[in-house]
């Protein structure tokens, strides 16, 4: 997975597949790629920067599984 903003155009692109793009749906400025196989591979969000608090800065954490119980 890759996340790229672009402050040129004002889009934060989310690559989750590298595969070709073959449809893109677009729904109020959020852009979804799909490949062939209609798996979405990518998003991007046009203009940025008036949806999200601040595109320069990105926050990640991965959620810890919680114990099974015996």
Same mark, same amino acid.
């Given at each position: 997975? #890759?996340?790229?903003? *672009? /402050? +040129? !155009? *004002? $889009?934060?692109? $989310?690559?989750? &597949? *590298? +595969? @070709?793009?073959?449809?893109? @749906? ?6 979804? &790629?799909? #490949? /062939?196989?209609?798996?979405? !591979?990518?998003?991007?969000?046009? *203009?940025?920067?008036?949806? !999200?608090? #601040?595109?320069? %800065?990105? #926050?990640? +954490? %991965?959620?810890? @599984?919680?114990? +099974?119980?015996?």
């Amino acid at each position: 997975m #890759n996340i790229t903003y *672009d /402050p +040129s !155009v *004002d $889009i934060l692109r $989310i690559i989750l &597949d *590298d +595969s @070709e793009i073959d449809e893109s @749906e677009e729904v109020e400025g959020i852009i979804m &790629d799909y #490949n /062939p196989a209609g798996k979405l !591979v990518g998003i991007e969000i046009l *203009d940025a920067s008036k949806q !999200v608090d #601040n595109p320069y %800065v990105m #926050n990640y +954490s %991965v959620a810890q @599984e919680k114990a +099974s119980r015996p």
